[in-house]
């Protein structure tokens, strides 16, 4: 089956300017991730969606970041008045859901968007 | 701010040889995983292991996990070329948020 996409693959914006990536997760995954890499680093949590709600949001860097899911599938994070500094890969995962504290729902990763601020 | 640490940050190794990397932690988890990433782009899932598991095996890859040391690691043996990727440790706080480490960039030499 399709796996979890993200578009655009490959964001070009200038400082200051305002971009959204887009995530579309599996068919009837209710949990979806948002990271973001930098170049040499590990996946940097920034937040999660049960459903529509966000469920932990406590690594998004300031409140430039916001990030929606109005119909708990596809997400959209939002950067605005973007700097260099928020050059990265924009990973999104997706997982069937959180059934508890002790359990473990494996996450699919999407292939990331490049975003560039220059 | 990332709690797994992994090292070597780099290893190179010829086709048939083992490879091994390490994963050190902070705090206490619930469950440790290891994710394969190739060409900087999609994370695969390769491996999960409980914290009141000791040892895991799938396929060519072995992991431990010492919870009293807080640390893990991640064995292939008669390693391939297509196994030249960066390989990430990752703890769930309580099955929530997933902090990864920094990554073991394994080269394998054909």
């Known amino acids: 089956g399709a796996g979890v996409s993200q578009t655009p693959s490959n964001k070009v914006t200038e400082k200051g300017k305002y971009v959204e990536l887009r995530c579309d997760p599996i068919?009837?995954?209710?949990?979806l991730y948002w990271y973001r890499q930098s170049l040499g680093q590990g996946p940097e949590f920034l937040i999660y969606?049960?459903?529509?709600?966000?469920?932990?949001d406590s690594g998004l860097p300031n409140d430039r970041f916001f990030a929606v899911r109005p119909e708990g599938s596809v997400s959209t994070l939002k950067i605005q008045r973007t700097e260099r500094g928020d050059s990265a890969v924009y990973l999104c995962?997706?997982?069937?859901?959180?059934?508890?504290?002790?359990?473990?729902?494996?996450?699919?990763f999407g292939p990331g968007t490049r975003l560039t601020v220059l | 701010s990332q709690q797994g640490e992994e090292d070597p940050q780099a290893l190179s190794i010829q086709e048939g040889e083992n490879a091994t990397m390490n994963c050190s932690y902070k705090?206490?988890?619930?469950?440790l995983q290891w994710y394969r990433q190739n060409s900087g782009r999609g994370l695969v899932h390769l491996i999960l292991?409980?914290?009141?598991?000791r040892e895991k095996h799938s396929g060519r890859l072995r992991v431990t996990l010492d919870t009293s040391k807080k640390s893990s690691s991640l064995l292939i043996t008669a390693s391939r070329a297509a196994d030249t990727a960066s390989y990430f440790c990752?703890?769930?706080?309580?099955?929530?948020?997933?902090?990864f480490g920094a990554g073991t960039r394994l080269f394998v030499k054909a």
């Open positions: 995962a997706s997982s069937l859901s959180l059934a508890g504290a002790n359990s473990y729902n494996e996450q699919f």
């Open positions: 068919s009837g995954h209710t949990a």
């Open positions: 969606f049960q459903g529509t709600g966000a469920a932990d």
């Open positions: 705090t206490s988890i619930n469950n």
């Open positions: 292991i409980r914290s009141n598991e």
């Open positions: 990752a703890t769930d706080e309580g099955g929530f948020k997933t902090i």
